[in-house]
């Protein structure tokens, strides 16, 4: 049974550009969560999608947006990287009626310069 | 709005020492809380989990309870091994969305 996938592992960019991580849920999960972890921080929540809508939002700016695909697969997309944004980006997946219980991808690890 | 605090790090033990990390939160009403562990170079995993006031969560041998009047969950185990350094997080569900600390690293030493 796979987990939680994450493409990119790594990703280098430069201020200005655009980036887009992808992200396949656990088998039979319907939900996804992506999070912004900083060096040395907590993870941050950024948004969720369930049934390809955005359920909720964290306080990030619109520069981050998202799309849920049939399939459940989710992308993030960041326009005009900002330094500020490099991070590791982590994608959670569940179940709608569970949403607490959320399975974590190993990440994608971004770096603007 | 909902918050979590958690110890500063690092917190350096040597083998089979007692472990406490604290950690407290700020919520409306009682929310789930929850302790997830980070091993370099990986995404988080679960640890443990309690979503009721006086419950205690387990696993691995480590253990944190739920208490509403200190709206505390330490997380506890008695003999630490190398194998547990890593950093670990306390979090709460909020509104469809988990709400994590800053994470404490435990660093174990033989």
């Known amino acids: 049974d796979a987990g939680v996938t994450q493409s990119p592992t790594h990703l280098i960019k430069t201020r200005g550009q655009q980036v887009t991580l992808r992200c396949s849920p656990k088998s039979g999960h319907d939900t996804v969560s992506w999070y912004q972890q900083a060096l040395g921080q907590g993870p941050q929540f950024i948004f969720q999608?369930?049934?390809?809508?955005?359920?909720q939002r964290g306080n990030f700016p619109d520069r981050f947006s998202g799309h849920q695909f049939p399939n459940y697969s989710s992308e993030l997309n960041v326009n005009a990287l900002l330094l500020g944004d490099s991070a590791l980006y982590l994608c959670?997946?569940?179940?709608?009626?569970?949403?607490?219980?959320?399975?974590f991808g190993p990440g994608t690890r971004l770096t603007v310069t | 709005g909902d918050s979590v605090t958690q110890m500063e790090g690092p917190v350096t033990l040597s083998e089979e020492a007692f472990l406490t990390i604290n950690c407290t939160y700020t919520a409306t009403g009682y929310p789930s809380l929850f302790w997830y562990v980070q091993y370099p170079g990986e995404g988080l995993q679960l640890l443990l989990k309690a979503t009721k006031a006086d419950d205690k969560g387990s696993n691995k041998g480590f253990e944190a309870t739920y208490r509403k009047e200190t709206t505390s969950f330490h997380l506890e185990k008695g003999s630490v091994q190398v194998s547990d350094s890593a950093v670990y997080f306390c979090a709460l569900k909020g509104f469809q969305k988990l709400v994590f600390g800053t994470g404490t690293r435990l660093l174990v030493s033989p």
């Open positions: 999608y369930y049934e390809e809508e955005e359920r």
């Open positions: 959670a997946s569940s179940l709608v009626e569970a949403s607490y219980e959320q399975y």
